[in-house]
């Protein structure tokens, strides 16, 4: 989220969350009260933009609400293309270095059967102690999850981390469903991306596997394995891009049927004028629908798309290839 100050500029904040007193403070400064600094809350709506300052006589007022809106979204959006932006180069720099690698580099071997890898991640999986990461671009067979279940719920409750990373058509899939859903009951944390992202396995930061990139689609049945503390920095960084760009999930499914979008023609539309900047009563004034309507909308949107605020369905938006239907 962004913090907007009376001059327009902005900050990275951790939300825009109000406590009850600020709100109430709100309430006051839009039915035209005068507001002091000192006022109970009136810190944190200065923080915000929310109030602007009258130096004639050193109190503060209400700020236009819906200019302040849009340049908090237009921040929102320009941080999400930075994001992207960055994934681009990761992406780009990433493929390159695996072009040069040279086999016999220490730190980075070539697994040329996926036993090698396989043998790899085993020995790994017994040392971890903190946190795995791993990302699957490819659909899972129903057996490699089962198995799965059965190394991962243990690790969990011995205290070790796991961050996962599925394509968004892992919802639609009922093994992955349950494995999702089953992994989130034990601590796990697990998310969906729409688009092409890398596969990998990083554990504890001290070993990763990552498929060869040199020839596309890349063969899962051969990889680097890499314990360089240089490439393991690079490819965690790789995982944590695309972990920011991904949506929570807990093994709901958003699809009732294959094909089927999770968006409809009013919902798209009103995320259309959600990234223009559209404040909720503009959206409900411009559709002809009630201010509820818009909010029942929107909190469907959230249960489909496993999001919780405007800014992650945003992100959400701004990677869904449904952003190209009518």
């Known amino acids: 989220m962004t913090e907007v100050d009376e001059a327009g500029s902005s900050t990275a904040r951790d939300g825009w969350h109000l406590s009850e007193t600020a709100k109430a403070l709100t309430r006051r400064a839009l039915l035209g009260h005068p507001i002091k600094a000192t006022d109970p809350g009136a810190a944190e709506l200065i923080d915000r933009g929310i109030l602007v300052h009258d130096p004639w006589n050193d109190l503060y007022s209400a700020a236009d609400m819906p200019a302040l809106q849009r340049r908090v979204h237009a921040e929102q959006r320009n941080q999400i293309a930075d ?60 057996e490699s999850l089962e198995y799965s279940l059965s190394a991962d719920i243990p690790r969990l409750r011995m205290g070790v981390g796991l961050r996962t990373i599925y394509p968004d058509s892992a919802r639609s899939r009922a093994p992955e469903r349950e494995y999702a859903k089953r992994v989130s009951e034990e601590g796990a944390e697990i998310r969906t991306i729409a688009g092409d992202f890398i ?85 409900a004034a411009g559709m002809s629908l009630s201010v509820g ?24 938006w701004a990677q869904s290839v449904e952003q190209q239907i009518p």
């Open 199 to 283: 596969r990998c396995i990083i554990i504890d930061q001290s070993l990763a596997v990552v498929s060869d990139y040199r020839t596309l689609p890349p063969d899962r049945d051969t990889g680097w394995i890499v314990t360089h503390p240089g490439m393991l920095a690079l490819v965690t960084q790789i995982f944590e891009i695309q972990w920011a760009l991904a949506a929570p999930w807990m093994g709901e499914r958003t699809r009732s049927a294959a094909g089927e979008t999770i968006t409809t023609v009013r919902s798209r539309e009103i995320l259309r004028r959600l990234r223009n900047g559209h404040t909720i009563k503009q959206i």
């Open 293 to 316: 309507t818009i909010n029942a909308e929107i909190s469907h949107l959230y249960e489909q798309t496993g999001t919780s605020s405007h800014f992650a369905l945003g992100a959400w």
């Open 83 to 142: 994001v992207l932006h960055e994934q681009t180069n990761a992406d780009r720099f990433f493929q390159e270095i695996t072009r040069i690698a040279d086999e016999r580099t220490p730190g980075v071997v070539y697994a040329e059967r996926q036993e090698e890898a396989q043998a790899a991640l085993s020995k790994g999986m017994e040392g971890a102690t903190k946190l795995l990461r791993t990302s699957h671009p490819i659909t899972r067979t129903a």
